[in-house]
């Protein structure tokens, strides 16, 4: 295995990215090309969290995949506010298609995968990649930033009703244990992080995937869930409505229970350990793949 680090925009930007490459060996196929998986975690548009990222990347390594993993520009590192980290999202696909036969990539079968606001920022490229704002960024045809497919763990979907929600919850003055701040504090700091100081109920409309989804969606696999303390689940139904809809292939799951930011939802990955009635998502998640790229493993 092969890793590598490069910056995704040399000097312009921190923002970077990991791509953990498989060799092909000879005992198999040398010319094999394999399915990408480009991972966002999460970590509130501030910072991004490592269970979400080389856990993941490994997991899908094992599977056929190689695995890229993006630290797209947040509040940590430079102004993660929208459009910045999509302008990053985009900006990796269009690498990985670049690198696609040094890398024994099949540029036609490129996912992206993000948790918590990952999840919002791989949503708002599968919703908007045909935008012109990204094409004229980039200097390339619109086509070649489209995902193939999309895989969605817990991710804000509608800021406005997260915002709504938040408002109204009574639960506003528990500390949540993942971040140990109020929750209240902690969803209204991401909404502002990820819209914008102030933004208005228009600002965070724009800046919702959900105002987006059109037919040119790829196919989209999502998992939540119910009891999330986070983000407020109905998001995801209301989503997977819209692509219902426009007649579009998608997966949606909602475990009954589990705290966010599950990852893996297995040792290596979740503060509380393995949790078996959830990490089941990543089995099904392949298996969605599988069917809609049409790769062997």
């Given at each position: 295995?092969?890793?590598?680090?490069?910056?995704?925009?040399?000097?312009?930007?921190?923002?970077n990215?990991?791509?953990?490459?498989?060799?092909?060996?000879?005992?198999?196929?040398?010319?094999?090309?394999?399915?990408?998986?480009?991972?966002?975690?999460?970590?509130?548009?501030?910072?991004?969290?490592?269970?979400?990222?080389?856990?993941?990347?490994?997991?899908?390594?094992?599977?056929?995949?190689?695995?890229?993993?993006?630290?797209?520009?947040?509040?940590?590192?430079?102004?993660?506010?929208?459009?910045?980290?999509?302008?990053?999202?985009?900006?990796?696909?269009?690498?990985?298609?670049?690198?696609?036969?040094?890398?024994?990539i099949?540029?036609?079968?490129?996912?992206?995968?993000?948790?918590?606001?990952?999840?919002?920022?791989?949503?708002?490229?599968?919703?908007?990649?045909?935008?012109?704002?990204?094409?004229?960024?980039?200097?390339?045809?619109?086509?070649?930033?489209?995902?193939?497919?999309?895989?969605?763990?817990?991710?804000?979907?509608?800021?406005?009703?997260?915002?709504?929600?938040?408002?109204?919850?009574?639960?506003?003055?528990?500390?949540?244990?993942?971040?140990?701040?109020?929750?209240?504090?902690?969803?209204?700091k991401?909404?502002?992080?990820?819209?914008?100081?102030?933004?208005?109920?228009?600002?965070?409309?724009?800046?919702?995937?959900?105002?987006h989804?059109?037919?040119?969606?790829?196919?989209?696999?999502i998992?939540?869930?119910?009891?999330?303390?986070?983000?407020?689940?109905?998001?995801?139904?209301?989503?997977?409505?819209?692509?219902?809809?426009?007649?579009?292939?998608?997966?949606?799951?909602?475990?009954?229970?589990?705290?966010?930011?599950?990852?893996?939802?297995?040792?290596?990955?979740?503060?509380?350990?393995?949790?078996d009635?959830?990490?089941?998502?990543?089995?099904?998640?392949?298996?969605?793949?599988?069917?809609?790229?049409?790769?062997?493993?």
């Amino acid at each position: 295995m092969e890793i590598l680090t490069n910056q995704l925009w040399g000097h312009e930007s921190k923002a970077n990215y990991q791509a953990y490459l498989m060799g092909n060996s000879k005992d198999i196929e040398l010319e094999r090309k394999h399915p990408a998986v480009i991972i966002c975690g999460g970590g509130g548009f501030a910072r991004i969290t490592a269970r979400e990222q080389e856990p993941v990347a490994l997991y899908f390594l094992n599977q056929g995949y190689q695995a890229i993993v993006l630290n797209y520009t947040t509040h940590s590192i430079g102004d993660g506010t929208f459009p910045n980290p999509v302008l990053d999202l985009a900006k990796m696909m269009l690498i990985v298609r670049e690198n696609a036969a040094k890398w024994q990539i099949d540029p036609e079968k490129v996912t992206i995968m993000g948790f918590s606001a990952g999840g919002t920022v791989c949503a708002s490229l599968a919703t908007q990649w045909q935008e012109p704002f990204l094409a004229e960024k980039l200097g390339v045809s619109a086509e070649r930033l489209r995902p193939n497919a999309v895989v969605l763990g817990y991710p804000i979907l509608d800021f406005v009703y997260q915002k709504e929600m938040a408002a109204v919850d009574k639960n506003r003055d528990e500390i949540l244990k993942l971040v140990n701040q109020p929750k209240g504090l902690f969803l209204d700091k991401a909404l502002e992080l990820g819209a914008g100081k102030g933004a208005t109920i228009a600002q965070l409309e724009s800046v919702s995937p959900i105002s987006h989804v059109t037919s040119n969606v790829p196919p989209v696999f999502i998992w939540g869930t119910a009891d999330d303390e986070m983000m407020y689940t109905t998001q995801l139904l209301n989503f997977a409505r819209k692509l219902s809809e426009n007649n579009l292939n998608y997966e949606l799951h909602i475990f009954e229970s589990g705290p966010h930011g599950q990852s893996l939802a297995n040792y290596n990955s979740t503060p509380s350990g393995s949790e078996d009635g959830i990490s089941i998502w990543a089995p099904l998640a392949l298996m969605f793949l599988k069917k809609h790229l049409q790769y062997m493993n």
